[in-house]
């Protein structure tokens, strides 16, 4: 035969009885006390004025009536469970019943469920201990028999969940006849919600507390905007609005929504569940303004014009899968850059581009938007040849190669790789104060003041020669062109060039005013 | 006197007191808009019920004397009907004294002995919850409650 231990007290326990009884034995009533005492401040948190003003000791308005082991009821399974509002190994949900209005459940119906012994585990009929729950361990006998009534018998309550959700919807192993009883109103232990409890609080109870995903808590609940709150805990966080009630979030993708400062930060509240990504190991959750997408092993947040223009293109199963880094502000403090496994988004004033990942990778490694001198991408994204703000990338023979600033725009007005100059053959280069460009049948210079002129053949030949952007002609003002009379000529800001068709030859014209004196004797 | 309602009825013996009833408080409505389900729960004692219980009892053992006994006859949803926990055949109508233990209480009371059945009848799902005030006239108790139990008349589910 099972034997029930005496309920013992624990040290503060016994100091608030102490403190009770010889405050009454000077005469001060409980109300002196509670006006000269800060001590027991959870009890007088909780229920000062109840505790005050009726004959019940302070353990009660914490734990209720029926809290002593002798008074038969049975233990709630935070008191024995380490803190986890969930049913103990060795026990399973049998039956609940139902509280009216209680004021643990914001006025709201409570749900006790009572965790029974599993055929076949084994317990000892004993009073919980340490806290002011000294109420029986596995020892009533008894079923109220809505759940899991596939298994046959009755057993010993091991112990007493607590949910403010519907059991039916809690556990779908229990069924949907209502049972009443309104005599364990009271009822608590100080490892539930008080009186006081705010929805994320009972949300966190209903999970399971420490036996949940969640964890224990890491942090008070903190405020967010618009009346709602969040709370982080080990693995995760619970965020609340009254509009979409609490939202859980769990371990990388909770992390990231904290690294982005929970509903205060650019994501806001979370409006959806994880789901999955259908096709992938992925998940992702919705927030007001952005989204977290997890590809099962990493999690990033896409937010602002990028997701609908990632959304567009047919999000983590589509042309850029899943994100590699979050959406991250560029350094002008102008636009944004989200990267992905096969590309990136760039965003500037309200509107999104795509690059393609060879270009996304080349891109970046340049700089990006500000140190790559070139700007933001504009569409449409092209692999073959990507044109920005202030410059295009062209891939020539697997080799992107960078031309910028007005060579650029001469390039694109000209046709772009299929133009006269062909595709560029090397990266734009800084030559002096200008700029030169080598292309397939061309090379192109821009002067400070000049703009870009293409030269090739024999007149390319004699300006280099003759010492190029450095040498005396300084920039070319023209492109090689064919005169009327059939010879090739380009223009320089310090003369021109000039090559016979018929014999080849070059001839380096001078300005009178560039010419040096022993050249004008 | 005859208690009748909700497809039950019980006779009860002189001294005795019952009810059969079906919550409809506001709550209880409501959450049948969501799921819930209503059924009729039966009361009887030996001595007078005091009107806020617990559908177990509670609230009303508290208040037994050594001689007293109370009875509850719980009814479930269909769902119930015919599941392992249920499989039992039909009311209870011998008490065996033995039956009955301290342990089988909702909720422990000094004295008192319980015993809890679960069974369908009629294609309708019940569980028989008897308290007896004392262990000591479990004999005597028992075959008053038989007795009662005798009366008690389960129709067929609708």
Known sequence: ?521 | MRLQGHGLTAELPAGWEGAISLDRDEEAVELAGIGGTLHPVVHLGSFPLPADRGDFGSGAVEVMRDDDMFVALVEYGPDAVGTPLFATGGLPRRVDPRWFSGASLQRAVPGQVGWQSFFTQGNRAFCLYVVLGAQGDANQLARRVEAVLATIEIEEAR
């Open chain 1, 1 to 521: 035969m099972t034997a029930v231990s005496e309920p013992r007290q624990s040290c503060s326990e016994r100091l608030v009885t102490r403190l009770a009884s010889r405050l009454e034995r000077r005469g001060l009533s409980r109300r002196s006390f509670l006006v000269r005492s800060v001590m027991v401040g959870s009890v007088l948190t909780v229920a000062p004025l109840r505790w005050a003003l009726r004959p019940t000791s302070a353990y009660a308005s914490i734990c209720g009536e029926g809290a002593r082991c002798d008074q038969g009821w049975t233990a709630f399974c935070c008191t024995i469970n380490n803190g986890a509002n969930t049913c103990p190994p060795g026990s399973y949900v049998a039956g609940w019943w139902k509280i009216d209005n209680s004021p643990f459940c914001q006025n709201e119906p409570r749900y006790i469920v009572d965790c029974n012994r599993s055929p076949g585990a084994t317990c000892r009929c004993r009073c919980a201990s340490g806290t002011c729950d000294q109420r029986r361990v596995c020892c009533n006998n008894f079923r109220y028999g809505q759940c899991n009534t596939q298994i046959p018998g009755v057993t010993e309550v091991v112990c007493r969940v607590v949910i403010c959700t519907v059991p039916w919807r809690w556990d779908p192993a229990c069924g949907t006849s209502l049972r009443t009883d309104n005599r364990t109103r009271t009822h608590n232990a100080p490892c539930l919600p008080g009186r006081d409890a705010t929805p994320i609080d009972l949300h966190y109870q209903d999970l399971g507390q420490s036996g949940s995903l969640l964890g224990r808590p890491v942090a008070a609940e903190q405020p967010g905007p618009r009346s709602g709150a969040w709370r982080r805990y080990e693995r995760g966080v619970i965020t609340w609005r009254q509009a979409t009630g609490p939202r859980v979030l769990t371990d990388r993708i909770a992390a990231r929504y904290v690294g982005f400062d929970g509903p205060g930060g650019a994501l806001g509240y979370p409006i959806s569940a994880a789901t999955e990504i259908e096709g992938t190991a992925g998940r992702q959750v919705r927030f007001e303004r952005g989204r977290i997408i997890d590809d099962g092993a990493r999690s990033f947040a896409v937010f602002g014009p990028a997701l609908p223009r990632y959304d567009g293109l047919g999000g983590a199963t589509g042309q850029l899968g899943f994100p590699t880094d979050s959406t991250t502000p560029v350094g002008d403090g102008r636009g944004s850059v989200t990267r992905f496994e096969q590309g990136a988004i760039y965003t500037l004033a309200g509107a999104a581009q795509e690059l393609g990942p060879t270009m996304a990778a080349r891109y970046h490694a340049l700089g990006g938007p500000v140190d790559s001198g070139l700007g933001y991408p504009r569409g449409p994204a092209d692999e073959q040849e990507q044109r920005f703000a202030h410059g295009v990338l062209v891939a020539t023979d697997g080799t992107l190669r960078v031309v910028r600033g007005v060579i650029a725009r001469r390039y694109l007005e000209l046709g772009g790789r299929h133009g006269p100059w062909g595709a560029p053959v090397a990266d734009q280069e800084q030559v002096g104060g200008g700029w030169q460009a080598s292309f397939e049948d061309v090379s192109v210079f821009a002067g400070p003041t000049t703009g870009a002129f293409a030269l090739d053949g024999a007149v390319l030949a004699a300006y280099l020669d003759a010492g190029g952007p450095g040498g005396a002609l300084g920039w070319p003002t023209s492109d090689r062109i064919r005169t009327r009379f059939g010879h090739d000529r380009a223009s320089f800001e310090g003369g021109a060039i000039e090559v016979d068709a018929a014999t080849g030859t070059a001839r380096v014209l001078r300005r009178r005013g560039t010419r040096s004196a022993s050249e004008l004797s």
